[in-house]
């Protein structure tokens, strides 16, 4: 888990995981591609937390999601970074730079 994430954050935004999901499963027949969740984690509040333009945001969006009732995190988070990055799939770009210490 990234350091950046405290646990007090990470059980606030589980929360409001929780909140978007069954949001979503409750809008499913006016919302059928799920545009105001992907709009809450690329966009909004869940991307506040993410911070998707920072090292390890697919790895905080992973931890983030793993209670989620969803089928895959990792594949729900990888597309949510590339719609926060313009579309790329650079993935690599995300990984954390070990210290130079």
């Known amino acids: 888990m990234s350091a ?3 646990l007090r954050t990470r059980a606030l935004f589980a929360t409001h995981a929780i ?3 069954a949001a ?3 809008g499913q027949d006016t919302d059928p591609e ?3 969740l992907r709009n809450y984690w ?3 509040e869940g991307a506040e937390v993410v911070e998707w333009d920072q090292p390890g945001s697919i790895e905080r969006c992973e931890i ?3 209670d989620a009732p969803i089928r895959s995190a990792a594949s729900l988070c990888r597309s949510y970074w590339s719609d926060a990055h313009g579309g ?3 993935y690599w770009k995300d990984e954390v730079e070990p210290d130079a210490g």
């Open 24 to 26: 979503k499963a409750e």
């Open 88 to 90: 790329s799939k650079d």
């Open 64 to 66: 983030l999601l793993a």
């Open 19 to 21: 909140e978007a999901l």
């Open 4 to 6: 950046t994430v405290s």
């Open 34 to 36: 799920a545009s105001r």
């Open 42 to 44: 690329v966009h909004g």
